[in-house]
């Protein structure tokens, strides 16, 4: 089956650590997204990226960071800089197509920090 | 401005009846929008998604894009105690591949 996959589905951090959130798609997808959503709010954009070894900040990246060395994969990292990090983080992958551009979302990753 | 707004709700409205949800975007974004429906604890998945001034239809959903005044809106007909969630309103920031959201409004469909 094609989709989205994101790991682990929950994360406990403690204060001053760093932690990787996995994201992999086997939709043959170009471009890839992270968001940030807390509680009762909509979807902030943290990172994305429109092809394998670029991506762009988005509206909330500090204390985030990322890579895009496959196309199939991903990864954010929450780094210690973060000082709120605890929220449900959300990745999504779309065609590079300004025609149809409907993006897809992962299960999810809710990262408590403890 | 924001770019993308929504009225948090929440909608109720009994079952059966005509759920009508609403966003106004601003000259940032880009003529895509798309909706999501998000069930508590869950991700979002996409309902519609429309490209041009008009409406769309699909089963009992219906997306209308009112270019001249800046609206999208998503009508549910028919509305049932599953369609209770929250429905996130997106839309692409200019030319860019950004997908920028609203903050979402709660439907509640009562039985």
Known sequence: ?114 | QKEVEQNSGPLSVPEGAIASLNCTYSDRVSQSFFWYRQYSGKSPELIMSIYSNGDKEDGRFTAQLNKASQYVSLLIRDSQPSDSATYLCAARRDSSYKLIFGSGTRLLVRP
């Open chain 1, 1 to 114: 089956d094609g989709g989205i996959t994101q790991s682990p589905k929950y994360l406990f951090r403690k204060e001053g650590q760093n932690v990787t959130l996995s994201c992999e798609q086997n939709l043959n997808h170009d471009a890839m997204y992270w968001y940030r959503q807390d509680p009762g709010q909509g979807l902030r954009l943290i990172y994305y990226s429109q092809i394998v070894n670029d991506f762009q900040k988005g509206d909330i990246a500090e204390g985030y960071s990322v890579s895009r060395e496959k196309k199939e994969s991903f990864p954010l990292t929450v780094t210690s800089a973060q000082k709120n990090p605890t929220a449900f983080y959300l990745c999504a992958s779309s065609i590079r197509d300004r025609g149809r551009t409907e993006a897809f979302f992962g299960q999810g990753t809710r990262l408590t920090v403890v």
